[in-house]
């Protein structure tokens, strides 16, 4: 009996527990950091079985993270695309009535990826978080328009994750949004 209950407390210690967290940047930090409004109208899309996804990826001290990648930045996504241009909606399907209706340009698709890690034995934080944001920028009639590739890291000593257990998601995430903006703003001239 003894045996068995030794086995299952080192069970117990070497089994994490699942956190939950957003992988969302600060929003008032999404900023528009360059003069430039392209008058255009554009949509969104993001499948609904991605926007309901759940990620779980390793955290510290055998503990993970869970997180929903899209439901999580959309309001960023949202964001960055109301900075450069004038009218923005989210529609339902590459072939929703809205695009018509509302005279839609563009259609941005994005696909997000995401890879954490900790070196801590005794906290559960990730002390390494990395994303990539890759945007499919599509006409209205879904020709491809080109491709946006963002990748961002964040990095957290101890000190910077006691004050904030999500400062290495933070810095990347923030950083993935900030990169997706200035591109879209540097390929404006394709917006015609």
Same mark, same amino acid.
């Given at each position: 009996?003894?045996?068995?209950? @030794?086995? +299952?407390?080192?069970?117990?210690?070497?089994?994490?527990? /699942? !956190?939950?967290?957003?992988?969302?940047?600060?929003?008032?930090?999404?900023?528009?950091?360059?003069? /430039?409004?392209? !008058?255009?109208?554009?949509?969104?899309?993001?499948?609904?079985?991605?926007?309901?996804?759940?990620?779980?990826?390793?955290?510290?001290?055998? #503990?993970?993270?869970?997180?929903?990648?899209?439901?999580?930045?959309?309001?960023?996504?949202?964001?960055?695309?109301?900075?450069?241009?004038?009218?923005?909606?989210?529609? #339902?399907?590459?072939?929703?009535?809205?695009?018509?209706?509302?005279?839609?340009?563009?259609?941005?698709?994005?696909?997000?990826?995401?890879?954490?890690?900790?070196?801590?034995?005794? #906290?559960?934080?990730?002390?390494?978080?990395?994303?990539?944001?890759?945007?499919?920028?599509?006409?209205? #009639? =879904?020709?491809? @328009?080109?491709?946006?590739?963002?990748?961002?890291?964040?990095?957290? =000593?101890?000190?910077?994750?006691?004050? =904030?257990?999500?400062?290495?998601?933070?810095?990347?995430?923030?950083?993935?949004? +900030?990169?997706?903006?200035?591109?879209?703003?540097?390929?404006?001239?394709?917006?015609?």
């Amino acid at each position: 009996m003894l045996k068995l209950l @030794l086995a +299952l407390f080192t069970l117990l210690l070497m089994s994490g527990c /699942v !956190h939950d967290i957003s992988v969302a940047p600060e929003l008032s930090k999404i900023q528009k950091m360059r003069p /430039v409004t392209i !008058h255009r109208t554009v949509a969104y899309y993001i499948p609904f079985e991605l926007y309901k996804q759940s990620v779980v990826t390793p955290g510290g001290n055998n #503990d993970e993270l869970r997180y929903s990648p899209y439901k999580d930045t959309e309001a960023s996504f949202k964001k960055v695309l109301d900075n450069v241009f004038t009218k923005v909606y989210k529609i #339902d399907s590459l072939d929703d009535e809205k695009i018509k209706k509302h005279n839609i340009q563009f259609v941005f698709v994005p696909a997000i990826e995401t890879m954490s890690f900790s070196n801590s034995n005794v #906290d559960w934080q990730p002390t390494k978080f990395n994303m990539i944001l890759k945007v499919q920028v599509l006409h209205a #009639d =879904n020709r491809e @328009l080109f491709t946006t590739y963002a990748q961002g890291k964040g990095v957290a =000593n101890f000190g910077r994750y006691q004050d =904030n257990p999500t400062y290495a998601v933070e810095i990347a995430s923030r950083s993935v949004f +900030l990169q997706f903006q200035d591109e879209i703003i540097t390929k404006r001239q394709l917006f015609k």
